[in-house]
């Protein structure tokens, strides 16, 4: 039973010479489970007992995620853009279940990576080997190119960026479009981090912060994305389980959405300049 979506919060961004506006849904970390008849008694009582620990708004976690892919297939935005968590832990019925849901679901559905994906009983290889389908057949870095600008996924969710996404970013980069940019973990700045390391996380948990450090490739991507020759328009994350916004650099913003179970969507207006 799917129960209407209230639009939490509508920002606008401004890309100039866009031909028509355009409207994504931007919401992250659904951290679903679910468990399957034949699966183990372990595996259903684990599904069972996250469901009911995230279940912080009076629902359950696949039932506001089924909301949002429904209110999308009525609203039709031109994507969702889901930013990482989106399973509370990786295990193939959860990817699987995963996707069942958005295989029913008509909206496209831009998805990156999370710290949770990597959460399981998985190696690495077998959740993007498994996962790799949701994620344009590369987890780590994905394009997709809407014309007048793209939107890049990139995978943070193992707390640094590398040398490979750096030299993938330079590559979009050199294309010359205004450029969305989703994540999972948001990204340091003047803004965000003395506001993470203030609240209950007690420590700057971006990426380039302090509790996760930092390494050169990583430092090479902030400094990219930061620059004004990158035309980053805006960042898409998630991972605090609060909702932020504000300036990764002058005039640009980064958004990080509320957790989708407790009901928080963005709505996000591309708009012409
Ligand atoms: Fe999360």
Redo the contacts with the bound molecule.
């Keep these: 039973m799917t129960e209407p979506v209230t639009i939490t919060e509508r920002v606008s961004v401004v890309i100039p010479g866009l031909e028509r506006p355009y409207t994504f849904l931007h919401i992250?970390?659904t951290?679903i489970t679910h468990a399957y008849e034949n699966d183990s008694d372990a595996g259903k009582a684990l599904a069972e007992k996250q469901a009911h620990a995230w279940n912080q708004a009076g629902i359950f976690p696949v039932d506001a995620f089924a909301n949002v892919l429904e209110y999308a297939d009525e609203t039709k935005p031109d994507a969702i853009l889901m930013a990482?968590?989106v399973v509370d832990y990786y295990t193939e019925s959860n990817v699987r279940y995963l996707g069942e849901m958005l295989s029913a679901c008509k909206t496209e559905c831009l998805y990156v990576p999370?710290?949770?994906e990597y959460a399981g009983n998985a190696t690495f290889d077998d959740m993007r080997a498994t996962l790799s389908p949701l994620m344009k057949g590369t987890p780590d870095f994905w394009v997709r190119d809407f014309g007048a600008f793209v939107i890049v996924g990139v995978c943070d969710g193992t707390y640094r960026f590398t040398a490979e996404q750096v030299e993938k970013l330079k590559a979009v980069i050199a294309q010359g479009k205004p450029i969305l940019m989703m994540l999972h973990l948001p990204i340091r700045s003047d803004v965000l981090s003395p506001y993470v390391a203030k609240s209950w996380w007690g420590s700057d948990v971006t990426i380039g912060g302090t509790f996760h450090g930092t390494d050169e490739p990583t430092e090479e991507f902030l400094a990219l994305v930061k620059s004004e020759e990158s035309r980053v328009a805006a960042i898409f994350a998630?991972?605090l389980?609060y909702d932020h916004a504000g300036e990764f650099a002058p005039g640009r913003m980064q958004y990080v959405s509320a957790?989708a179970f407790t009901r928080f969507v963005r709505e996000v207006s591309v708009i012409p300049g």
Aim: aromatic letters at 0%; a negative charge; hydrophobic letters at 0%.
């Design positions: 992250s970390d951290h990482g968590d999370g710290n949770h998630g991972h389980h957790p």
